[in-house]
């Protein structure tokens, strides 16, 4: 537990490092909140022995600096069992840098790659449980009902050492 505590306080520092970088390069550059967003959806992993999924919850706030997009997430899902409690679930504490393509005023991409916490408890003897440093690449599509406020979709790919996670979540979202 006290290592998953010392990922998350590296974590914040390197969040704060990174916008205190983008904002010192340039003096006359203002970091700004971007945008927040949250979602629901489902999420994949595998890994040796061991696959499986379920539903999972992202939400995310994103600083903008000059164009660069600082993104801090928080990411968590479970398997969804009928009968009797989750066998398994996992949390994610990331940062990532990023970068928006606006293609209309209605439609726009953002790529993030990044480092974060992953952790993960199982019931289940074929799934290792244990917390790890994460490599997580996001990739979100938006759509816009006006210049403030949308919905899409937040995919992320999260690489450690115990299983991959792949993570698809329909968001909405709101611009600064």
């Known amino acids: 537990m006290k290592k998953q505590y010392l990922y998350l306080v590296v974590i914040l520092a390197l969040?704060?490092?990174?916008?205190?970088?983008t904002?010192?390069?340039?003096?006359?550059?203002?970091?700004k909140f971007h945008s927040i967003s949250s979602g629901f959806g489902g999420f994949y992993f595998k890994k040796s022995n061991s696959e499986g999924g379920g539903?999972?919850?992202?939400?995310n706030g994103t600083?903008?600096?000059?164009?660069?997009?600082?993104?801090?997430?928080f990411l968590t899902g479970s398997e969804i069992v009928v009968v009797g409690g989750s066998t398994y679930n996992f949390n994610e504490f990331s940062v990532a840098y990023g970068r928006q393509l606006q293609l209309k005023k209605w439609f726009s991409l953002e790529g993030f790659a990044g480092i974060g916490s992953y952790q993960q408890n199982s019931k289940n003897s074929?799934?290792?449980s244990g917390s790890t440093i994460s490599f997580p690449l996001k990739f979100n599509v938006?759509?816009?009902f006006n210049e403030k406020i949308g919905i899409g979709l937040n995919n992320e790919y999260s690489f450690n050492q115990i299983n991959n996670n792949y993570s698809t979540n329909l968001m909405v979202h709101y611009n600064f």
């Open 55 to 59: 539903a999972s919850f992202v939400l």
């Open 63 to 73: 600083l903008e600096s000059n164009k660069n997009l600082v993104n801090l997430c």
């Open 23 to 31: 904002y010192s390069q340039n003096s006359k550059n203002k970091i």
């Open 142 to 144: 938006k759509f816009f």
């Open 15 to 21: 969040f704060f490092t990174c916008s205190n970088w």
């Open 126 to 128: 074929f799934v290792v």
